[in-house]
Nanobody, 125 residues
């Protein structure tokens, strides 16, 4: 059973930084894609970033490109989302997600099978 546990959320002033962590367990994740999504009140859940566990290829939503960085630590089975230059519109519950990569072609924005419980990020103006 895959388990994903997020941590690192909190309240920060606009322009500040936070680093989210997602501790993954229950599988060997070498053939997985890991993603971060977010959902603000009244909004649909939206894709933020993704990383292929093997090889480390990354993909970002345009809204966070250049400000957020996704990475993984193989030894700790943990995925990170470093968020810099936070804006009030980044305020949301952030979710970690995982899916198996079945082929060399990956679709980072959708198709995730496993989800964490979420962590709140608030960037105040």
């Amino acid at each position: 059973q895959v388990q994903l546990v997020e941590s690192g959320g909190g309240l920060v002033q606009a322009g500040g930084s936070l680093r989210l962590s997602c501790a993954a367990s229950g599988r060997t994740f070498s053939n997985y894609v890991m993603g971060w999504f977010r959902q603000a009140p009244g909004n649909e859940r939206e894709f933020v970033a993704a990383i292929r566990w093997s090889g480390g290829s990354t993909y970002y939503a345009d809204s966070v490109k250049g400000r957020f960085t996704i990475s993984r630590d193989n030894a700790k089975n943990t995925v990170y989302l470093q968020m810099n230059s936070l804006k009030p519109e980044d305020t949301a519950v952030y979710y970690c997600a995982a899916k198996i990569l079945y082929s060399s072609t990956w679709y980072p924005r959708s198709g995730y099978d496993y989800w964490g419980q979420g962590t709140q990020v608030t960037a105040s103006s």
